[in-house]
């Protein structure tokens, strides 16, 4: 399973986002994390409303990490 993180550099929700997302996704999915302003269609997508997560093309949460989305997306597996 992967994940994709939007986020931005110098974000402080993105870090604490991710860092509470890593522990959770160790050895059960693979983290790709996108820098938003990288791409002129993410900036549009998103804009500020970031972090986002995104499974298999779906948003799973924004802003703050859902926890029980993740693990319940794991079970699914």
Same mark, same amino acid.
């Not at 974000?11 to 002129?40: G, M, Q, W, Y």
């Given at each position: 399973?992967?994940?994709?993180?939007?986020? &931005?550099?110098?974000c402080?929700?993105?870090?604490?986002?991710?860092? =509470?997302?890593?522990?959770?996704? &160790?050895?059960r999915? $693979?983290?790709?994390?996108? /820098?938003?302003?990288? =791409?002129t269609?993410?900036? /549009?997508?998103?804009?500020?409303?970031?972090?986002?997560?995104?499974?298999?093309?779906? =948003?799973?949460?924004?802003? $703050?990490?859902?926890?029980?989305?993740?693990? &319940?997306?794991?079970?699914?597996?």
């Amino acid at each position: 399973m992967d994940f994709v993180v939007y986020s &931005r550099r110098s974000c402080h929700l993105c870090d604490d986002f991710l860092a =509470e997302l890593e522990p959770l996704c &160790r050895d059960r999915a $693979k983290i790709i994390v996108r /820098n938003v302003d990288s =791409e002129t269609s993410w900036v /549009n997508a998103y804009g500020d409303a970031i972090p986002v997560l995104v499974s298999d093309g779906v =948003e799973v949460c924004r802003y $703050k990490l859902d926890r029980d989305a993740v693990l &319940r997306l794991f079970q699914d597996e």
